[in-house]
């Protein structure tokens, strides 16, 4: 995370500007958090060993197969998961989407605009969301939300942009867009907070500097701020990512669950997480429960590979950064 | 300070001797796993037995028939409980014999969200018309037969379906691949199925929400659920020809005229009789035929044979199906024969 990077280099030029004498102390605590630190590490490897353990037969049975076919019929016992990963990485992205905009705004006016008396009942009320539990939230979304969406928003989107392949077929309310927004509500406290702390961070001269420059406030905030903690709210962005894939409660309750690729966001999707959530308890047998746990470990690599996927934008991101400062 | 240390002192020969004296009066503990849908009733049940016999205690944890049958398979719990039969490759990797006891039954129901909430009458090949999506409009003929008088709108129908694995669905489905050729070679019969159209929603609660908030919709959620939310549901026609109200007395019914075989696994969908009511099923308990622990298994056995007669009598308080007096006996004898 380049936000604990960050934190990690001022910690380190601290330590070299003091003259460090050697203890006991300091190398049994080193020792301590190194071991601390290898523990999560040996943690991630455990569970991806037992999920590919616990699906081995499902993995030789389907093969490959299991990422590309979309059949999922437990009578016939034919298992393949990419509905289930389409709906899990579009879900993920609307949430994105939706929460990234609005939280870094938020950030925005808490850090830059708001005055003080307005500032912590804000931010006590976004974290007081991120305290809902998510079956709390997923009732919500099927007696309020969805029934809100059916009647005025998606005939509203229907009505704006109908041409395109996004917003056709009928309203039914349950839908993969409602699945992602359930998922925004969800994402958007943490990446609200962590955005506020990074822009918090940024030093008072960049602002300073700017307005001396004669910019306005507005000009203050997008080239000396945003600009200048674009990393870290991208890192804010991935955190939010982590959480929305893993997502089930919610979720489940307004996505529809039916496992189908389709280009129009009203229609009904399935998660990965979902589908886990709703079969687990009752799949009798063994071919049923492994496939189930294959698609844990199949989101378990989703979950990787976004991240890396991440983490490869932001580093070419700051080199292109980096050598337009150059020239 | 040491008064302080003073009472620490005396709580701690407090806590030593409570301990002390609750060991010394043992209780056995008999644990279960499994199905959901029958875990008021059981919990009631092992509430009301510690009166009968005070020296046993229940721990029953409801993580689903799946659950349930795993862990009866492994022996790690004293009895199983499932709301689906095991199949015959599953008993066949026990490490022992098991043996079915039914307990109670409960219904399954259509309702629907039409305007003007009219009663409506279903028969088994319309409901898997609709559900396979071959019906797609409240004016259907096939509907407006059934339904003379009722001005049935031309409106599409929204089919819902448990998206969550479910004795609901297995009792569904099960019906379903009796009353429709078309259905079973399609689709089949399990506690999740690949539905050929609607939309899913998880538990009864997910199910009944899609289906007070959609127009035009129709879904299946337990009896029990119906009731207590008081939602409207179909009359259905049963295998004798006449259109039947789900009522608690209709399932009983339908479990005193179903073929009932030797091993206890059976299904009372679409059962004979002019009462019967055809989506209904029961929920087992799982336990093995050889008890290893005599002790615990005597008191398994007392425990049983107090739930299938006294403990009938409290299915209708809270909703479920008691089962009829005659298949009552003989799941007293089968209980019987459990060796200990």
């Given amino acids: 995370m380049p936000v604990a990077t960050a934190m990690l280099e001022d910690q380190d030029s601290a330590a070299s500007r003091m003259a460090a004498p050697s203890r006991f102390g300091d190398k049994a605590f080193e020792w301590l958090t190194l071991g601390m630190a290898l523990a999560v590490i040996l943690l991630v490897f455990l569970i991806g060993w037992q999920l590919a353990r616990g699906s081995t037969l499902a993995i030789q049975k389907f093969g490959f197969h299991f990422l590309t076919t979309s059949t999922w019929d437990p009578v016939a016992e034919q298992f393949g998961a990419l509905p289930f990963i389409y709906g899990t990485v579009v879900s993920s992205l609307i949430a994105l989407l939706i929460a990234v905009p609005l939280s870094i705004g938020t950030a925005v006016y808490l850090t830059e605009l708001a005055p003080l008396w307005i500032r912590q009942p804000i931010v006590s009320l976004v974290e007081m969301l991120a305290a809902i539990p998510s079956v709390i939230l997923g009732l919500w979304g099927i007696f309020v939300m969805i029934p809100w969406l059916r009647d005025y928003l998606f005939p509203l989107l229907k009505k704006l942009f109908g041409w395109t392949p996004f917003f056709t077929g009928p309203i039914y309310g349950t839908s993969m867009l409602a699945g992602g927004m359930i998922i925004a509500v969800m994402i958007l406290p943490i990446i609200t907070s962590v955005s506020r702390e990074i822009l918090r961070s940024v030093p008072k001269l960049q602002r300073e500097a700017a307005y001396a420059l004669g910019a306005t406030r507005w000009e203050v905030t997008r080239i000396a701020v945003l600009s200048y903690a674009r990393k870290g709210l991208f890192g804010a962005g991935i955190l939010g990512l982590g959480r929305a894939l893993g997502e089930t409660m919610a979720v489940t309750m307004v996505i529809g669950n039916t496992p189908q690729i389709a280009v129009s966001l009203f229609k009904p999707g399935y998660t990965l997480a979902s589908v886990i959530a709703n079969e687990f308890t009752e799949a009798t047998s063994d071919i049923y429960l492994q496939a189930l746990f294959e698609i844990g470990l199949v989101l378990f690599g989703v979950t990787i590979v976004v991240n890396l ?15 337009r400062a150059v020239q | 300070m040491t008064k302080s240390f003073r009472f620490g002192a005396k709580l701690l020969g407090l806590t030593i001797a409570l301990g002390l004296s609750a060991s010394a009066s043992a209780q056995l503990m008999i644990n279960g796993a499994g199905a959901t849908f029958p875990y008021p009733i059981y919990s009631k049940w ?8 005070p020296s046993v205690r229940f721990n029953y944890q409801s993580i689903g028939s799946g659950g349930g049958q795993k862990q ?235 739930a299938v007669s006294k403990g009938e009598g409290m299915a209708k308080d809270l909703d479920y199906a008691p089962l009829p007096d005659s298949l009552q006996q003989r799941v007293l004898k089968r209980i019987d024969e459990i060796k200990l």
Avoid: C
């Fill in chain 1, 309 to 323: 996927l991440a983490q490869l934008l932001l580093k070419t991101m700051t080199t292109k950064t980096a050598t």
């Fill in chain 2, 46 to 53: 092992f509430d009301a037995y510690t009166k009968v016999d």
């Fill in chain 2, 72 to 306: 009866i398979m492994a022996q790690t719990v004293d009895f199983g409980a499932s709301d689906g039969p095991m199949s015959d490759d599953n008993l066949s990797k026990a490490p022992g014999k098991l043996l079915h006891i039914p307990t109670v039954a409960g219904a399954v129901v259509m309702t629907y969200n039409l305007a003007g909430n009219p009663a409506l009458k279903l028969d088994g090949p319309v409901i898997a018309g609709i559900y396979l999506g071959q019906i797609k409009k409240w004016n259907d003929p096939k509907l407006t037969a059934l339904n003379p008088g009722v001005n049935l709108p031309d409106q599409e129908i929204v089919v819902a379906h448990r998206s969550d694995g479910s004795g609901t669905t297995f009792i569904f489905t099960d019906y379903l691949s009796k009353v429709s050729a078309d259905w079973k070679s399609k689709v089949g019969n399990n506690t999740s199925v690949n539905w050929p159209t609607g939309i899913g929603g998880k538990g009864n609660e997910g199910v009944s929400g899609q289906v007070k908030q959609t127009p035009g919709a129709i879904g299946y959620v337990e009896l029990i659920y119906a009731i207590q939310n008081k939602m409207p549901y179909a009359d259905l026609k049963n295998a004798d020809g006449g259109f039947v109200k789900a009522t608690l007395e209709s399932v009983t019914a339908a479990m005193a005229t179903a073929q009932i075989p030797d091993d206890f696994r059976f299904s009372i969908t679409n059962a004979p009789g002019k009462d019967a009511y055809p989506i209904a099923g029961a929920t087992w308990l799982l336990v093995y035929a050889e008890q290893k622990d005599a002790t615990k298994g005597k008191k398994l056995v007392e425990f049983l044979k107090w």
